[in-house]
């Protein structure tokens, strides 16, 4: 058989590693710092001490911007911000409201507060203004209006408030709001990457084959005289993956629910080919609960299928199987069918084919990709009368894939 390696596209792997590396730094200098204390040992300059704050108060703050400029984000980063540039108060805004407010001085500023936000708007620059405040106990005497960018523009602001004019205000408060607009422009590329995986997800189900449904069916219907049982038993396999593979919620499932729609997709063939049909199925409870992306699994059983049973008179054998491999599960379908030429291959999983040759392949290997990084590509080994093999290697955990719920039903009596 042939291994069958697309060409692979480089990613920022060096990012994760840097924030590996970080999170390892600073686990390993508290615990240090720890032994000094005890020890009666320095505990480093002044500037470094200012620099492991300063980077740990904004390690806090990044989190709730990820999830773009929503009031409970903002809320959420105010704090931190405000500890970050050591102003009196500080407040971050949207284009028409105050999204949040932290420090002193919000019952009577807030109002004020969007009138320069306002002025900023207009000319899209930095703005530092005095308050006016009349109150000769409100500290709040200077604002900083800085604007908060993303894709689409200004987004909103972030204004901070000193007790005076200060020219090192006006460039802190400038670096900081650019730092909130980096990550309000990475939150924007987070949901630019849900929605392409969405559009994925309803291409794929869209590759469903009208043919498929209308066998299922017509398979159904040939029992309805001969074995009611049987065609009961089917209809309502068949209600249950078509019920799972259009379900609205969730990028992710977890491997047992892939699996169950996989068993009703087999079923469903197996009414229609009958002895002609065979499958083994070997997978290992402990990685039933592993999340891994929604619908990647039935596309490449129902390859098996097409090139097993309709591209073939013979007896098709598919054999899934899904075993503990550490921090993985490795899972892998095989079939005896009729195979292909790797560079046909190739060329389907580049995109370079139109229609529905495929039957998924290359949607698997992109969302396989875009989640994993292409380390985790799918590896199809395959030849022409030499049946095919893909394998594909899932992390048991990985930040941000989290199973939604199943889209099956409970157990029938």
């Known amino acids: 058989m042939t291994g069958v390696a697309p060409a692979l596209v480089a990613v920022p792997a060096v990012a994760g590693a840097v924030l590996l590396l970080g999170a390892g730094w600073v686990a390993g200098r508290r615990h240090a710092r720890h032994g000094e204390r005890a020890a009666g040992m320095d505990l480093g300059t002044p500037v470094e001490r200012a620099t492991f704050h300063t980077l740990h108060t904004a390690s806090l703050a990044a989190p709730p911007l990820r999830a773009g400029l929503t009031e409970d984000a903002a809320r959420k980063a105010a704090r931190r911000l405000r500890s970050l540039l050591g102003t009196e108060a500080l407040c971050l805004t949207d284009r028409e409201s105050v999204l949040a407010w932290d420090g002193p001085g919000a019952d009577h500023h807030q109002r004020r507060a969007m009138a320069r936000v306002a002025v900023m708007l207009a000319s899209g620059r930095s703005q530092s203004v005095r308050t006016e405040c009349q109150r000769p106990d409100c500290p709040l005497k200077w604002a900083v209006v800085a604007p908060l960018t993303g894709e689409d523009g200004v987004l909103g602001a972030l204004v901070a408030y000193g007790s005076r004019e200060s020219a090192v205000l006006v460039r802190a408060a400038t670096e900081v709001a650019?730092?909130?607009?980096?990550?309000?422009?990475?939150?924007?590329?987070?949901?630019?990457?849900?929605?392409?995986?969405?559009?994925?997800?309803?291409?794929?189900?869209?590759?469903?084959?009208?043919?498929?449904?209308?066998?299922?069916?017509?398979?159904?219907?040939?029992?309805?005289?001969?074995?009611?049982?049987?065609?009961?038993?089917?209809?309502?396999e068949f209600a249950d993956f078509t019920r799972y593979s259009f379900r609205r919620h969730g990028d992710f499932t977890t491997l047992a629910d892939e699996l169950r729609s996989v068993q009703q997709y087999l079923a469903l063939a197996g009414a229609r080919f009958g002895d002609r049909l065979k499958v083994t199925l070997q997978v290992a409870p402990e990685v039933l609960p592993v999340a891994l992306p929604f619908l990647c699994l039935q596309p490449l059983v129902e390859n098996a299928v097409k090139h097993g049973l309709e591209d073939s008179t013979e007896e098709c054998r598919i054999t899934i199987t899904a075993r503990d491999a550490g921090a993985e599960a490795v899972i892998t379908v095989e079939d005896n069918g009729v195979g292909m030429d790797p560079a046909l291959l190739r060329r389907i999983l580049a995109g370079e084919l139109g229609g529905s040759s495929g039957i998924g392949l290359p949607n698997v290997d992109e969302r396989i990709r875009q989640v994993y990084g292409d380390a985790y590509g799918p590896v199809m080994e395959t030849g022409v009368g030499a049946g095919m093999k893909v394998t594909l290697r899932i992390p048991k955990y990985r930040v941000g894939v989290h199973s939604s719920p199943s889209g099956h039903r409970p157990p029938r009596p």
Do not use: C, G, Y
């Open 178 to 236: 650019r730092w909130v607009s980096v990550q309000l422009e990475l939150s924007e590329l987070d949901r630019s990457r849900t929605r392409l995986m969405e559009a994925e997800i309803k291409a794929l189900r869209a590759q469903i084959s009208p043919h498929f449904i209308f066998n299922s069916l017509a398979a159904i219907a040939s029992f309805v005289r001969t074995d009611p049982e049987r065609a009961r038993e089917l209809l309502l």
